[in-house]
């Protein structure tokens, strides 16, 4: 497989807070890779390495085939683009000044693709609106829209759709997917709206405390995303004697309520609470969120 | 690094701050040379709105890329710290250059009658000493923006503080500089009659002592030293009369003490940058 992006045991400290901690990780080609960690996990610092705003403290990683400390990595970040953090604009310019001052800093030859551009990102109507009487889904935007001069095949996009409202949320995630499907643009969007994420990516990695504690594509993730089916009886302590007598994992999660784990037979099942004296009141079948999953893959990490 | 440039040079032509300092060094520069034209004395005051507006606008344009995060787009497009830092101080530079031409060549077009004075080599001298000096002061603001990135407004404040405080210092390195070697004293004779004697100035440097050059290094190091040495050199102009040779001929040293201070001040600045973590 072909990654575009591959880190090995990243490090980086500010001062004596550890942002990196042996962080490796791996993008494929051709993937919407969903960076996933809370607040102060590393994201952000990750991005600012690969970007060439900071260098790390030890570790490297490679960039289309090209080692950091390679002086020729320079050259491989002509082919990505990126938004860090907030959009960089110039506030006194245009739209088009501001994608014009881009191309000129990418050095092409002339300003071909301008108007495509702004019309991918909605903002050819802007006029003569100065960049800084945008709105912050505007701003955005045209953040996204520099980071696409100079046809990168390589988007990173950190915390795209903060601040915007559902209708900009939208716009963005429909803008990703056609980049990545048209033109198979690679996508490195970090993000902790994991709700959000689950309806983009094509890949996820899960950090915590600066390095990566799951790598997996989206179908294991769906895959190891437990189904459950939430019973409402009418005597929890019976279900709970019924199902270690058949084995099957459940949590009782209060008087009347419990998920129970996997594929139960319910026939038998309910017959069995019958037998004890137990009504079943409902069943409803469940799958477990990114974000329970995440959830439960940090606490795993925190108690190993 | 000619891709850095020309998106440096369509920025300023877009900056409505280099537009309006462009402006101001213009009417200054009529101003001062109106004022100076009808004053029987050359003051340095006249030429000092130059320095404030370099200083403004430098501070503002810069910090403008550090507070946008402009610079973040010129390295994830592949372009070099090191380039990037370059680029920034050359486009000061030249932006400095041309608010000189405005400012300066207004100044001197009030007072053409007088600067026709000069011989070709003076006015070589006068001219290209005077834009290195102002090379030197864009650097050094240039420097401080990156020594305090992410913050304009205290930039521009880093910036024109000094230039207040180096008016006051160059006066005072002045005048320890050109102290006199005997103060005269009045004493009484035999007779009771008051005469003049010649008594050694305890304030006296000699030009030929190490304390004489260092104090005279550090006073052509700051751009408004040698500013106060062209108003000497200059100032007998506006009496019709020949310039101060002896000011002439210590300002031929000032660029390469102009030299030295863009020098200094880049290297630190680059090296300062080189390994700062940007956000």
């Given at each position: 497989?072909?990654?575009?992006l591959?880190?090995?045991?990243?490090?980086?400290?500010y001062?004596?807070f550890?942002a990196l901690?042996g962080?490796?990780m791996?993008?494929?080609?051709?993937?919407?890779?969903?960076?996933v960690?809370?607040?102060?996990a590393g994201?952000t610092?990750?991005?600012r390495?690969?970007?060439?705003?900071?260098?790390p403290?030890?570790?490297e990683f490679?960039l289309?085939?090209?080692k950091?400390?390679?002086?020729?990595?320079y050259r491989?970040r002509?082919?990505?683009?990126?938004?860090?953090?907030?959009?960089?604009?110039y506030?006194?310019?245009?739209?088009?000044d501001?994608?014009?001052?881009?191309y000129l800093?990418?050095g092409?030859?002339?300003?071909?693709?301008?108007?495509?551009?702004?019309?991918?990102?909605?903002?050819?109507?802007t006029?003569r609106?100065k960049a800084?009487?945008?709105?912050?889904?505007?701003?955005?935007?045209?953040?996204?829209?520099m980071?696409?001069?100079g046809?990168p095949?390589?988007?990173?996009l950190?915390?795209p759709?903060?601040g915007?409202?559902?209708q900009?949320?939208?716009?963005?995630?429909e803008?990703?997917?056609k980049?990545n499907r048209?033109?198979q643009?690679?996508?490195?969007i970090?993000?902790h709206?994991?709700?959000?994420?689950?309806k983009?990516a094509?890949?996820?990695?899960f950090?915590?405390?600066?390095?990566?504690?799951r790598?997996?594509?989206?179908?294991e993730?769906e895959?190891?995303?437990?189904?459950?089916s939430?019973?409402n009886v009418?005597d929890?302590?019976?279900?709970?004697?019924?199902?270690?007598g058949m084995?099957i994992?459940y949590?009782?999660l209060?008087?009347?309520l419990a998920?129970?784990?996997?594929?139960?037979n319910?026939?038998?099942?309910?017959?069995a609470?019958?037998d004890?004296?137990?009504?079943?009141?409902s069943?409803?079948e469940?799958?477990e969120?990114?974000?329970s999953f995440?959830?439960n893959?940090?606490?795993?990490?925190k108690n190993? | 690094?000619?891709?850095?440039?020309?998106a440096?040079?369509?920025?300023?032509?877009?900056?409505?701050?280099?537009r309006v300092m462009l402006?101001t060094?213009?009417i200054l520069?009529?101003?001062?040379?109106?004022?100076?034209?009808?004053?029987?004395?050359l003051?340095a005051?006249?030429?000092f709105?130059?320095?404030?507006?370099?200083?403004?606008q430098?501070?503002?344009?810069?910090?403008a890329?550090?507070?946008?995060g402009?610079?973040?787009?010129?390295l994830?497009a592949?372009h070099?710290k090191?380039?990037?830092?370059?680029s920034?101080?050359l486009l000061?530079?030249?932006?400095?250059?041309?608010l000189?031409?405005?400012?300066?060549?207004?100044?001197v077009?009030?007072n053409l009658?007088?600067f026709e004075?000069l011989e070709?080599?003076?006015?070589?001298?006068?001219?290209?000493?005077a834009?290195l000096?102002?090379l030197?002061?864009?650097?050094?603001?240039t420097?401080?923006?990156?020594?305090?990135?992410?913050?304009?407004?205290?930039a521009a404040?880093?910036?024109?503080?000094?230039?207040i405080v180096m008016?006051f210092?160059v006066?005072?390195?002045?005048?320890?500089?050109?102290?006199?070697?005997y103060?005269?004293?009045?004493v009484?004779?035999e007779n009771?009659n008051?005469v003049?004697?010649?008594e050694?100035n305890?304030?006296?440097?000699p030009?030929?002592?190490?304390?004489y050059?260092v104090?005279?290094?550090?006073?052509?190091?700051?751009?408004?030293?040698?500013?106060?040495d062209y108003?000497?050199?200059?100032?007998?102009l506006?009496?019709d009369r020949?310039?101060?040779?002896?000011?002439l001929e210590d300002?031929?040293t000032?660029?390469?003490?102009?030299?030295?201070?863009?020098?200094?001040?880049?290297?630190?600045a680059?090296?300062c940058?080189?390994?700062?973590?940007?956000?």
């Open positions: 497989m072909d990654y575009v591959k880190t090995d045991n990243l490090c980086k400290n001062r004596r550890k901690n962080l490796t791996n993008v494929p080609k051709g993937a919407i890779y969903g960076f960690g809370k607040n102060g994201k610092t990750l991005i390495l690969i970007c060439g705003l900071q260098t403290a030890s570790g490679e289309y085939g090209v950091s400390k390679d002086k020729a990595v491989s002509r082919r990505m683009g990126a938004v860090v953090e907030t959009p960089s604009i506030l006194d310019m245009t739209a088009e501001n994608l014009k001052q881009q800093i990418l092409l030859p002339s300003f071909d693709g301008l108007r495509e551009i702004l019309e991918l990102v909605g903002l050819y109507n006029g609106k800084r009487n945008f709105s912050l889904g505007m701003r955005q935007r045209l953040g996204i829209a980071a696409l001069c046809n095949d390589f988007l990173v950190d915390e759709i903060n915007l409202d559902p900009g949320i939208i716009e963005i995630r803008l990703i997917l980049l048209e033109q643009i690679t996508v490195l970090s993000s709206i994991l709700d959000e994420l689950s983009l094509t890949h996820y990695g950090i915590d405390g600066g390095r990566i504690i790598e997996m594509s989206a179908e993730l895959a190891a995303c437990r189904k459950c939430k019973l009418s929890t302590k019976a279900l709970a004697r019924v199902l270690d084995g994992e949590k009782i209060s008087d009347n998920n129970v784990y996997g594929k139960p319910i026939t038998r099942l309910t017959l609470l019958a004890e004296g137990c009504e079943v009141i069943i409803e469940h799958d969120s990114l974000e995440y959830i893959l940090v606490r795993g990490e190993e | 690094m000619s891709s850095l440039l020309s440096g040079i369509y920025r300023y032509r877009k900056s409505a701050v280099f402006l060094a213009l520069g009529a101003i001062t040379g109106a004022i100076a034209d009808s004053s029987s004395q003051n005051t006249y030429l709105g130059m320095f404030l507006a370099a200083a403004i430098i501070s503002l344009i810069i910090g890329e550090f507070t946008n402009a610079f973040r787009n010129k994830i592949g070099s090191g380039k990037v830092f370059l920034e101080l000061s530079l030249t932006s400095t250059t041309v000189f031409i405005a400012h300066y060549g207004a100044f077009l009030f009658s007088r004075k070709t080599g003076e006015i070589a001298q006068v001219i290209f000493g834009w000096m102002h030197a002061f864009a650097a050094i603001c420097a401080v923006c990156f020594f305090i990135p992410y913050n304009s407004a205290i404040v880093v910036n024109i503080i000094p230039v008016m210092t006066s005072e390195l002045h005048l320890k500089l050109n102290e006199r070697e103060n005269t004293v009045y009484a004779d009771g008051m003049a004697e010649d050694i305890p304030e006296y440097i030009p030929d002592s190490a304390e050059a104090i005279h290094a550090v006073y052509y190091l700051m751009p408004c030293g040698q500013l106060n108003q000497y050199a200059l100032s007998e506006w009496n020949e310039p101060n040779e002896k000011y300002l031929k000032a660029p390469i003490y102009s030299f030295a201070a863009m020098t200094l001040f880049s290297a630190a680059f090296l940058f080189r390994k700062k973590d940007l956000k």
